[in-house]
């Protein structure tokens, strides 16, 4: 699958979450968002410290605009319910993504 309809694909699956959890107050959708989140965030960060066990990530690319609208709109949701962890977690997963994608080289 092309990289681009990877992060729509796994991005619609998170908005879709939201919804589920926030809209419809599905119960366990916000602890399946809240998990998802939190080991985004651990994969993400021990990738950038480069340890001993950590291993290369392959992160999906969009174009920044599109991502960054994106974040905003997921980070307002998270905010507007409540869930500041998360919306923290959420936050630092994606500084952590930028800063994985910078290190990488190029592959033109």
């Given at each position: 699958?092309?990289?681009?309809l990877d992060w729509i694909a796994s991005n619609g ?94 592959k033109r």
């Open positions: 699958m092309d990289r681009r699956l998170l908005a879709a979450g939201l919804y589920f959890a926030i809209v419809a107050q599905v119960g366990w959708a916000q602890y399946a968002i809240t998990a998802f989140t939190w080991w985004m965030l651990a994969n993400c960060a021990t990738a950038l410290i480069g340890g001993p066990g950590s291993r290369p990530v392959s992160l999906p690319t969009a174009p920044p605009l599109q991502a960054m609208v994106f974040d905003l709109g997921v980070l307002a949701v998270m905010f507007v319910a409540h869930w500041y962890w998360t919306a923290f977690a959420y936050a630092m997963m994606s500084g952590c993504a930028v800063l994985i994608r910078e290190r990488t080289p190029s």
